[in-house]
Nanobody, 119 residues
């Protein structure tokens, strides 16, 4: 089983920056993909960014150029550096992990962390 703990959310003014972190813990797993999704009130959950174990990244158009995802494989940690934040970035951000457990790949989600950007 994989447990995810997120940190780093909060409130910031437009144009500001935040850095989210997510640590995966547990045993008997190998992480394949780590990432971040977000859900704003009234909206569906959407992709923000993902990163593979080898460092290949994928960003939503809304995040491209402003957000940077990175990971520390030794620490089973993924980071999301968010710059030039906009009010429309306000959402609950959830950490996502796809991990190989025994012989199957399973999806795991963090509880979510609030990011609020004021104008």
């Amino acid at each position: 089983q994989v447990q995810l703990v997120e940190s780093g959310g909060g409130s910031v003014q437009a144009g500001g920056s935040l850095r989210l972190s997510c640590v995966a813990s547990g045993g008997g797993f190998s992480i394949v993909v780590m990432g971040w999704y977000r859900q704003a009130p009234g909206n569906q959950r959407e992709l923000v960014a993902t990163i593979t174990r080898g460092g290949i990244t994928n960003y939503a158009d809304s995040a491209e150029g402003r957000f940077t995802i990175s990971r520390d494989n030794a620490k089973n940690t993924v980071y999301l550096e968010m710059n030039n934040l906009k009010p429309e970035d306000t959402a609950v951000y959830s950490c996502y992990v796809a991990a190989l457990v025994w012989d199957s790949i399973n999806d795991y989600w963090g509880q979510g962390i609030q990011v609020t950007v004021s104008s």
